[in-house]
Antibody, heavy 121, light 107 residues
Framework: EVQLVQSGAEVKKPGESLKISCKGS????????IGWVRQMPGKGLEWMGI????????RYSPSFQGQVTISADKSITTAYLQWSSLKASDTAMYYC??????????????WGQGTLVTVSS | DIQMTQSPSSLSASVGDRVTITCRAS??????LNWYQQEPGKAPKLLIY???SLQSGVPSRFSGSGSGTDFTLTISSLQPEDFATYYC?????????FGPGTKVHIK
């Protein structure tokens, strides 16, 4: 059974760093793109970027390029989303999701449960 | 970036109603259009991919159509569990942008 299990909720202060995780299981982790999606409180879904764990090929939305870093550790089948300096506007739910096929144009078929990040002084 | 729009932004409907949601892309995306359902407090769920292919396990009352720039999601007979927010997403080119969503309310 394919599963994506995300790390728990975080409460941080502005300026702090953070790395959240998404552990994949039940499939060949290195063979499918994994993406990150932001959902701000009461708002819609925003595609942030994706990574191919097999070779760490990473694509970012221009809206998020330079604001976050996406990475993966294939030895522990885990993808990451990290910030070096959080802002209050980073407060949101963050989802990881897997592409359905090995090709980039496939949809997201499996989703993690979400990680709520709250940034407040 | 490819921009996605949806209409309506919200709608009220009754159980048993036929519901249609439209999605438009700012340029041709062939059939690389996906539909997701999100219930409150839950992760999104894939309903339709490649414009008209039903994801495994999704009830047949959901259907999708369209190609190029104009797409529709139809729920043939609305059920109580269908009251949720629906998003389209293009996967033609990165970033794989989502539409703003359509919230389906109970009338």
């Amino acid at each position: 059974e394919v599963q994506l299990v995300q790390s728990g909720a975080e409460v941080k202060k502005p300026g702090e760093s953070l790395k959240i995780s998404c552990k994949g299981s039940g499939y060949s982790f290195t063979s499918y793109w994994i993406g990150w999606v932001r959902q701000m409180p009461g708002k819609g879904l925003e595609w942030m970027g994706i990574i191919y764990p097999g070779d760490s090929d990473t694509r970012y939305s221009p809206s998020f390029q330079g604001q976050v870093t996406i990475s993966a550790d294939k030895s522990i089948t885990t993808a990451y989303l990290q910030w070096s300096s959080l802002k209050a506007s980073d407060t949101a739910m963050y989802y990881c999701a897997r592409h359905a096929e090995r090709w980039l144009q496939s949809p997201f078929d499996y989703w993690g449960q979400g990680t709520l990040v709250t940034v407040s002084s | 970036d490819i921009q996605m729009t949806q209409s309506p932004s919200s709608l009220s409907a009754s159980v048993g109603d036929r519901v249609t949601i439209t999605c438009r892309a700012s340029q041709s995306i062939s059939s690389y259009l996906n539909w997701y359902q999100q219930e409150p407090g839950k992760a999104p769920k894939l309903l339709i991919y490649a414009a008209s292919s039903l994801q495994s396990g999704v009830p047949s009352r959901f259907s999708g159509s369209g190609s190029g720039t104009d797409f529709t999601l139809t729920i043939s007979s609305l059920q109580p569990e269908d009251f949720a927010t629906y998003y389209c997403q293009q996967s033609y080119g990165t970033p794989h942008t989502f539409g703003p969503g359509t919230k389906v309310h109970i009338k």
